[in-house]
């Protein structure tokens, strides 16, 4: 006999058990999860502010608190940025993913372990979903299947604007000040992204993302990285990689179907983070998937609410971070030392010690209003967006 659900979720990251978790209750839900347990792989470096540590509705362990920044241009220039309170924590990522899976299955979740996904059909009267213990029927599927979400695919010509890619290590390295982390911008390290540093004991979490076709691998850039740093392979505790979908995708919802998280496209274009985006989208879709549930009505036409909510909610924050990435991408090493030499000022310290990382491009107008600054800044604009 074939299992029936009002809900099949699509992969069991934090994006599919948040949402699997607020649609749980009075309705069957299960999520379909290719790994034998939460947690591993790791994909994230696991830096957020509190607004979303309290977000999750979970407490992961937290492995340090950051209060500064430096940062790191192509020649060598150091921009020092403090601050006064805490402006991130860096958590323990797989202990987030198994919290919040416990969180689901304790509100009445099945959480199929060690099930891969390998594709859905939509009909009139619900959806068929395949995976590799069998079939399983559901009137709703939610694609949280990340990067590559074959679900997303389903809906054709849907495709993020571009891919980065990372790759990260915790090593035995013990940093100078321990509440502060290191970001490198420039080709050497992370071409068309950055590199981090993030200290949290005696240990050190190094990563970076870079563009497609930038040069050389990531692996190829940690080791150079590292070597930088002093440290090597014989030091690496545990290493992880992945790819980051940025600039959103087309659609985020379908006939029967729903997307949210890295499957959906709700990346933060500047930092790469999805945490913040996931815990913004998450109520939307439970809201909007529990009415359409109740009144069976789970049109494309009913379920693209969701797209516009999400959107009225984060939408403008995404597209100015992704206008700030292309500029970004435009940019050389010779106009990040220029921009160096712009900004390393008090003021503009001020300015960004302020800043939220939640929506990092608040930051952009208080730095260009200032005259001195802003009219030093416009030919470069006005380059890196032709």
């Not at 940690?222 to 990689?241: C, F, H, P, Q, W």
Request: hydrophobic share 35%; proline share 4%.
């Amino acid at each position: 006999m074939i299992a029936t659900y009002d809900a099949a979720v699509i992969g069991g990251g934090p994006a599919g058990t948040i949402a699997a978790a607020l649609l749980a209750g009075d309705r069957d839900v299960v999520v379909i999860e290719e790994h034998s347990s939460s947690g591993t792989p790791m994909q994230c470096a696991g830096l957020v502010t509190q607004d979303v540590a309290d977000m999750f509705g979970v407490r992961p362990d937290i492995l340090n608190s950051i209060r500064g920044a430096d940062v790191v241009f192509p020649s060598g220039g150091k921009f020092e940025v403090r601050s006064e309170g805490v402006k991130a924590l860096l958590i323990d990522r797989s202990d987030l993913d198994r919290k919040l899976a416990e969180r689901a299955t304790d509100k009445g979740v099945e959480i199929r372990y060690g099930t891969k996904y390998s594709g859905h059909r939509v009909s009139g009267d619900g959806v068929s979903v395949s995976t590799s213990t069998g079939e399983i029927r559901s009137r709703l599927i939610i694609g949280a299947d990340g990067h590559s979400s074959k679900v997303a695919s389903s809906l054709r010509d849907n495709r993020p604007k571009e891919y980065v890619y990372g790759i990260g290590a915790d090593v035995k390295l013990r940093s100078e000040h321990d509440d502060v982390m290191t970001l490198r911008i420039g080709s050497e390290f992370a071409p068309g992204f950055f590199s981090w540093e993030i200290p949290f004991g005696d240990m050190t979490r190094i990563g970076l993302c870079m563009s497609a076709g930038a040069g050389g691998t990531p692996n190829d850039h940690l080791k150079k990285l590292m070597a930088a740093l002093g440290t090597g392979a014989e030091d690496i505790v545990s290493k992880y990689a992945g790819k980051i979908p940025l600039g959103g995708r087309p659609r985020t919802y379908g006939e029967r179907t729903l997307l949210i998280g890295d499957a959906a496209g709700q990346v933060k274009p500047v930092s790469g983070g999805g945490l913040y985006p996931i815990c913004k989208a998450a109520p939307i879709l439970g809201r909007i998937a529990g009415e359409a549930l109740r009144d069976d009505s789970l049109t494309a036409k009913h379920l693209s609410r969701y797209e516009k909510e999400w959107k009225k909610e984060i939408g403008k924050e995404l597209s100015r971070g992704y206008r700030i990435r292309r500029m970004f991408t435009n940019l050389s090493d010779k106009d990040l030392d220029k921009i160096f030499r712009i900004i390393n000022r008090d003021d503009m310290r001020s300015i960004l010690s302020g800043i939220d990382l939640d929506n990092p491009s608040s930051v952009a107008s208080p730095m260009l209003r200032n005259p001195q600054v802003g009219i030093r800044f416009l030919p470069l604009m006005m380059r890196a967006m032709i």
